[in-house]
């Protein structure tokens, strides 16, 4: 794992090497000692944190151009070839050839930034999906700051370590909202896909990666072709994330997309006899829920030297610290930080995850039969229609109306039909969640939410689902709660070039044989078990979550009263709403747990 951070005086005084020193102090998490490699020249100071095995050089790369390069960079080459010096040399050729547009170029993971002392120019550029995390400080003719983690922001003295309310609210309301603002004051996150370019004149933020409509659905072959294309292109994704030495660690959820990854991965890392440690989010035994264990077994069974541990949800007495970077905290975020414990004291310095494959490689877009017969490719749909009756045991009338009627229903029978799109109304969701706080700051929060987007499988849509797709969220999340216990992580299924591909891909070649999620089923064959393979379910983590919430009800209360101490809580958040709710409805735990952020924050 690497962490970068830097800062530039706008205004020509020089770097102070003391406030680049708290920087890098903040970001070496306690127990964790980093390589550092750093440059104060001038107005600008740079700094990469290397926290691998991997011996570094003392000093920041220098391009043929004189500029320096502070990188978190993984290009996506196969271990073999990989080495700092052709990333280095990869990312400064990028930057001379494309400029601004070098995030549409480098595949891979990376966050960088580069100062120009010539012209005195500082460029930074983060990969499209996110994978890497790159956050910024603005202050136009004085200074411009950049850190991996807020956190590195707070400790150079900066910015001042406050939340921003409204943002927060957001996040509370949509979960996984993609957008620059961080939870704090005056920081922004530098958006996915996006580079930016400051001098002392002015800060340019420009969006490199741009996925264009009109080539979405014009792929054409045949739906062996894809598959075998497919397959390929995800086998190269997961060797290519593969750390050279070392064991690795992985989600194992028992769905297509982690299931594959670790398959893959345990496979490869066998000829080399390194170990794969796999972690589940699963449902405490003695709650007797039924979880993803039976599908999480296939896996086990199937390779049985990996090494499995399961992850259930933790009570607050087992949460440990909040995290600084992250005050929105959750039974996910606590479950992730514990799994980055178990793999770093495993040995472990990358984690792969599946995420980011329902966008992509196993695209999983609401009424897709019914998109299919839109785009006039009627030839398959009886054959299809058929395949799915036999399989769901009922009649091709029953199917054909649930398949290719209800999505053409007009929205307004969304309350009368909720099974309609098989998933609950996002409008909905926030009202209720919105419910639990106060009337002005409702308001506020309202007006400051972006309209909801319409998922019809169109080609924009298609695009939209990886350009505001809620995983660059989940990345941050992830990348704050990893860099903790020094560990990295990595999504195969998030490659550019399975995204590119799977974008490429009509609608037609989405479904085969009575299944939607093509030709990734196809493409798994002999990887997945098929049990896997051919499943149409999908459980939740911690399916246990309300029974668990029941039991703890008591100490909900409690922390509730703990709360109503905060002057901030108390205008934000309807604090006897959420009394009136806790032990019986999830949302209220859940507004409690950002209540209590604010809390602690003010």
Known sequence: MRLICGIVQLDGAPADATTLARMIAALSAPGLKAQVQQRVDGPAGLAVLDFSRATVSATLPTGPDGSWLAADLRPDQPSSCLNDASAFTAAFTGLERWGLDLPDRLH?????????????????????????????????????????????????????????????GRRYVQAGLRESTTVFEEISWLPAGHSLEVTKEALRVHRAWRPEPGQVG???????????????????????????????????????DSSAVVVLAARRLREARRKLHTFSQ????ESKVRDEREYVEAV?????????????????????????????GGPGS????????????AGCEVLLSGAGGDEGATYNGAGLYAAVLRSGCL????????????????SLLRVAVGRLLFPFLPDWTEHLLPSKFGQSDPVQGREAALSFLRPPFAEQVRQSLPAQFEWKNRPKDRVQMLTESYLVTRADNWSILGARHGIAFRYPLADRRILDFTQSLPLNRLVDGGFARQPYRNAMAGILPESIRWRTSKFLPFPDVFSNLALEASAFRVRLELVRRSPAAREMFDLDAIGAELGSVLSAARALEFAEAVARRG
């Open 108 to 168: 891979g993971d990376f966050a960088l930034a580069a100062w120009d002392p010539r012209q005195r120019r500082l460029r930074c550029a983060r990969d499209i999906m996110g994978v890497r995390p790159l956050c910024y400080v603005y202050r136009p003719g004085k200074l411009f700051a950049f850190a991996s983690l807020p956190r590195g922001l707070h400790a150079s003295g900066v910015v001042a370590p406050r939340l921003d309310l409204v943002a927060l």
């Open 218 to 256: 014009t792929w054409r072959g045949s739906a062996e072709e894809a598959a075998a294309t497919l397959r390929t292109l995800v086998e190269e994704a997961v060797s290519c994330r593969l750390p050279a030495a070392g064991p690795v660690a992985a989600h194992l959820s028992g769905g297509l």
């Open 282 to 285: 699963l449902a405490r035994p």
């Open 300 to 328: 086990l069974a199937q390779e049985p030297d990996i090494e499995w541990s399961p992850a259930y949800q933790p009570t607050p007495d087992e949460t440990g610290v909040s995290d600084p970077d992250l005050p929105l």
């Open 334 to 345: 606590w479950s992730a930080a514990l799994i980055c414990a178990e793999a770093a004291a």
């Open 379 to 394: 030839r398959p749909l009886p054959r299809e229609l058929r395949a799915i009756a036999r399989r769901e045991g009922k």
